[in-house]
């Protein structure tokens, strides 16, 4: 069985190999056609999303995949993984030789699905894997079961064999466990091995969603996202992999990627594929284009637990900030487990997570990937109880205060995976935030139902909703640029600036453990 | 003593009723109404095996699971489909029509065991013969057999197939994005259940020596629910927990010394009591980790 070769540890930093880098980067590798397509197209409803798409994926491959929200990009995935049915077009499968060939429309008795036609299952096994952007992992299950589940040919899937050949099954089911522990190990996560998918953080989650696809046997991987939402450590760490699986274990990559991200994996990637007005573009990998690396500028830093900090813009012109939002020794729990604030190392009491928020500002949280930044912003928002701890609002204590009491006094929250009502139009969306101006760009989208939409643009809905409703004192904003592409997250950006320059606004970013230094890719 | 053993017999009815819903509802993550339909059709296959062709005990009670292992391929192939509400409102068809069938299939003042009475209508069967002719043995005898379930639900979901059922049920997409085919898995998943239903009935069937349709009625679909599901789901031990602890319920009521008609509602009131107490409490059951939505 393969393995991921190289291990990769936090603390080290990636072995960077320019000679390899400046050998693929730049050239296409001129192995086996993998895929071909032409001529896909997609609609839903009137929209046509993609619309005569054609390309070549060949072996070796590294390729980023972009475009602006809604361009379909994760259409394009979702069609070249078999989740979605193209609605014309001809898709050429050939991993290890043998080739299968898939026409749309399919005829009726194909939709039937009795022979299992267009499945995932089906394409998997010709090779081709994915990950998802919300990472879906088996969430019941240990890291290890998550592992194992994707380890394939096992003799006891089959429940007659699981009976019947019993000690078999059990010789293989202590390999497998080995094998799967062998992984976690290799990617630092070989002490969590029993820990339940669902109380992962989100950088490590993506990891072990990246090797149970390449333990599930893939040879082509596209990735959705696979930086999102991950904080610097974690995103080094994530790109480490992806080298290693491109660059020693020679397996095909995919990646879709927002172009803030997309600095980071450009000298991995081979070529760049960029979907516009239902057109893919096929070019060289370049940076141009892309945002530059800012520098922060803040003024002023508040050190909020060991490893998150509180930064704050000046507000040009605005010297006396009053304090407007307070919160003071707070100390949040999940069931048992403290999420907010920390213990002390001589045991003593545990320190809860003071800070300020005052008005006019701009404030950005910078806290590692499983600090509890959306836990905390959850306890502002008076949606999870708070154990111990005062959160003042213009002096006023809230803490007692129901959630739609925080309200109407004056804060607006918008939390990172809640996005919005799935069974609304995005009108409804927009007249139930009592939003009065509707902006620009929204035409085509206001009668489609909020699930109908792609994640960029349900994103941009909800804080459409709160930046253009009814006025507000203190917004809160968790990874608000998340799943936005550059031109909608400056739009956000600029518009959130302008309201700092009245409000309090506090943005979470997942940040490095070296606090202010570095990794905060800003949008300019 | 007597007591003690027609309490031991209702409990492995009872522990094979939960081990089967466990299977469906807290393996494949599938909310079913159906069970009492599967139980009914075990417990007339062994009613119309034992009467009219005189089969002995093991044979009767084989045909029952087979035929209801083989009318699972009907709530199966819908799961390949359907899941959440629609599964629940699909598995209620399939409950209605086992109750319609059993009702119903009894024509005029035919004969039974003809192809015009196969159920004999609302005044069900009787005389159904029983293997052991001593409650004490048939109390071994329903042990053994819970036993026996109990080891194949332990081989079957403790191994790598009950490991995909419990991915399956978590994220089917992701698993088949691994390459797993899900079809099959149902498919034996939904027949070893159904079984487990069925062999439950025959049970039932051979103890009382009297079967009507009755015990298709969603009531039971209902009752045995709530039991697999306090008992806690996706677990081994959870059905054990559950079965006796609506089996224990109305006994203590019964020596609160309360009048039969007072005790039923008030067996009732408590079940549903102590589900409203169980889903803001422990909505994961006593023995569960898995948490039906």
């Given at each position: 069985?393969?393995?991921i ?19 693929t ?5 001129e ?14 409803g009137?929209?046509l999303v993609?619309?005569g ?5 060949r ?21 070249l ?24 429309p ?12 267009f ?6 096994n010709?090779?081709?894997g994915?990950t998802w ?18 380890i ?9 064999f ?31 091995g029993?820990l ?7 950088g ?12 599930a ?8 996202e ?11 760490k ?11 274990e ?8 927002h172009?803030w ?16 007005g ?9 940076m ?22 509180l930064?704050?813009?000046?507000v040009?012109g ?11 020794d ?10 907010v ?7 003593g009491e ?5 800070f ?26 008076g949606?999870?109880?708070v154990?111990?701890g005062?959160?003042?609002?213009n ?5 007692r ?13 918008a939390l ?17 935030a009592q ?21 960029g643009?349900?994103?941009?809905v909800v804080?459409w ?7 507000f004192?203190v ?7 998340m ?19 009245e409000?309090?606004i ?10 202010t230094g570095?990794?905060?890719?800003e949008?300019? | ?14 522990a094979?009723l ?6 469906m ?8 109404l159906?069970?009492?339909g ?8 062994y ?11 093991v ?16 709530l199966?192939?819908a ?8 599964f ?9 029509i ?10 005029g003042s ?5 192809w ?5 209508g609302p ?22 057999l ?12 403790a ?9 399956m049920?978590?994220?089917?997409l ?11 898995a149902k498919?034996y ?5 159904c079984?487990l239903?069925?062999?439950?009935g025959?049970?039932?069937a051979?103890?009382l020596?009297?079967v009507?349709?009755s ?15 306090i008992g806690?789901?996706?677990?081994l031990?959870?059905?054990?927990a559950g079965?006796?602890?609506?089996l ?5 009521l ?7 008609a ?12 102590f589900?409203?107490?169980m889903?803001f409490?422990?909505p994961?059951?006593?023995?569960g980790r898995?948490r039906?939505?």
């Open positions: 069985m393969r393995q070769q190289g291990r990769l540890t936090m603390d080290k930093e990636p072995a960077f190999d320019i000679a390899t880098s400046a050998r980067r730049g050239s296409r590798p192995g086996a056609v993998l895929l071909r397509a032409s001529g896909l197209s997609k609609a839903f009137s929209q993609l619309d798409v054609d390309l070549e994926l072996q070796g491959e590294v390729v980023i995949l972009r475009g602006f929200n809604g361009s379909g990009k994760s259409t394009l995935l979702n069609i993984s078999a989740n979605l049915e193209p609605d014309a077009g001809v898709l050429e499968l050939g991993v290890n030789g043998a080739r299968k060939i898939f026409r749309f399919s005829r009726w008795w194909q939709k039937l699905g009795l022979n299992n036609r499945t995932p299952e089906l394409i998997f010709k090779g081709f994915r952007q919300d990472i879906r992992l088996f969430s019941s299950l240990s890291l290890r079961d998550n592992i194992a589940a994707a394939p040919e096992q003799v006891g899937e089959n429940p007659w699981a009976v019947g050949r019993f000690s078999a099954v059990q010789r293989q089911e202590s390999t497998v466990a080995s094998s799967s522990q062998e992984e976690l190990e290799l990617l630092g996560l070989g002490e969590e029993a339940l998918a669902e109380k992962l953080s989100v490590h989650a993506k990891c072990v969603a990246i090797a149970r696809a390449v333990r046997g893939a040879k082509v991987i596209c990735l959705d696979p930086l999102a939402g991950v904080d610097t450590l974690h995103k080094k994530i790109v480490e992999l992806l080298r290693v699986l491109a660059q020693r020679h397996i095909t990559l995919v990646i879709i990627e172009s991200n997309i600095s980071q994996i450009m000298d991995l990637a081979t070529t760049l594929w960029t979907l516009e239902g057109k893919l573009r096929v070019e060289q990998p370049s141009a284009g892309l945002p530059p690396v800012n520098a922060d500028n803040e003024s002023d830093i508040q050190q909020l637990g060991r490893t998150a900090t930064t704050s813009r000046r040009v605005k010297e006396v900030a009053t304090p407007f939002l307070e919160v003071e707070l100390v949040v729990y999940r069931g048992r487990r403290l999420i604030g920390d213990y002390q190392e001589d045991g545990i320190k809860g997570v003071s300020t928020l005052r008005q006019p500002g701009l404030y950005h949280l910078h806290a590692p990937n499983a600090w509890g930044a959306s836990t905390l912003i959850e306890a502002i928002a949606i999870i109880p154990a111990r005062k959160i003042r609002l002096g006023k204590d809230i803490e205060f129901s959630p739609w009491h925080r309200v109407s006094a004056g804060v607006r929250i990172a995976r809640a996005n919005g009502f799935q069974s609304l139009t995005v009108r409804e969306m927009f007249d139930l939003v009065r101006s509707l902006p620009e760009g929204f035409d085509l989208l206001l009668e489609k139902q909020m699930s109908s939409l792609s994640g643009e349900r994103q941009k804080l909703s709160i930046l253009h409703g009814p006025a004192m917004g809160i904003f968790d990874e608000p640029y799943s936005l592409d550059v031109r909608e997250a400056e739009r956000i950006s600029a518009e959130l600036g302008r309201l700092a320059s409000k309090a506090l943005i979470t970013v997942p940040a490095s453990t070296c606090s570095e990794g905060f890719y949008v300019p | 003593m007597n007591y003690l053993l027609h309490l031991t017999i209702y409990f492995c009815i009872y094979i939960a081990m089967s819903l466990n299977v509802v807290g393996y494949c993550g599938r909310l079913t159906a069970s009492s599967y139980f009914a059709i075990g417990a007339y296959s009613a119309l095996a034992s009467v009219l062709l005189g089969w002995h005990f044979p009767a009670i084989l045909l029952g699971i087979i035929i209801s292992a083989l009318a699972s391929l009907v199966s192939v799961a390949w489909r359907f899941k959440g509400d629609v629940v409102m699909f598995s209620l068809a399939v409950q209605a086992i109750l319609g069938v059993c009702v119903n299939w009894a024509v035919a004969e039974l065991g003809t015009a009475n196969l159920t004999n005044l069900g069967i009787s005389s159904i013969a029983n293997p052991v002719h001593t409650r004490g043995n048939f109390a071994i005898l329903a042990l053994a819970m036993g026996g379930a109990a080891v194949l639900c332990r081989l079957l979901l191994s790598p197939f009950g490991r995909i059922l419990l991915a049920r978590d994220d089917e992701a698993l088949r994005g691994l390459g797993k085919g899900v079809k099959m498919v998943a939904f027949a070893f259940s079984g239903a069925a062999l439950a025959s049970l039932y051979a103890y020596g009297y009507n349709p015990v298709a009625a969603l009531d039971f679909s209902v009752l045995w629910l709530c039991m697999a599901i806690g789901m996706g677990n031990y959870g059905p054990f079965a006796a602890l609506l224990l319920l109305p006994e203590v019964r020596f609160a010394q309360m009048p039969t007072v005790a039923d509602d008030m067996r009732l009131l408590l079940y549903g009591v589900l409203i107490l889903t409490f422990r994961q059951g006593i023995c898995y039906v939505d």
